[in-house]
């Protein structure tokens, strides 16, 4: 196992399986605690996912519907 501290939005690294947010992680020395264990793409979001709730397949999305 192993963690890797990201930002909220920066790319997840290569190989993640989930990511657990701050105010779930404790750190006491070199060990960390987190309160429960995550499930398999906790967390994680797609490019553009919130971009896209509410159309339909295949619509054509113009710079008012982007913007």
């Not at 890797?4 to 920066?10: C, E, N, P, V």
């Not at 790319?11 to 960390?32: F, M, N, Q, T, Y």
């Not at 793409?41 to 509410?54: D, F, H, I, P, T």
Request: proline share 6%.
């Amino acid at each position: 196992s192993s963690a890797h501290r990201i930002l909220s939005g920066a790319p997840v690294p290569v190989g993640a399986d989930a990511v657990i947010p701050r105010e779930s992680v404790g750190r006491r020395g070199g060990l960390l605690r987190i309160d429960a264990a995550p499930q398999a793409g906790a967390n994680m979001r797609q490019r553009g996912e919130n971009n896209l709730r509410g159309l339909s397949r295949n619509r054509r999305v113009d710079q008012r519907m982007a913007g």
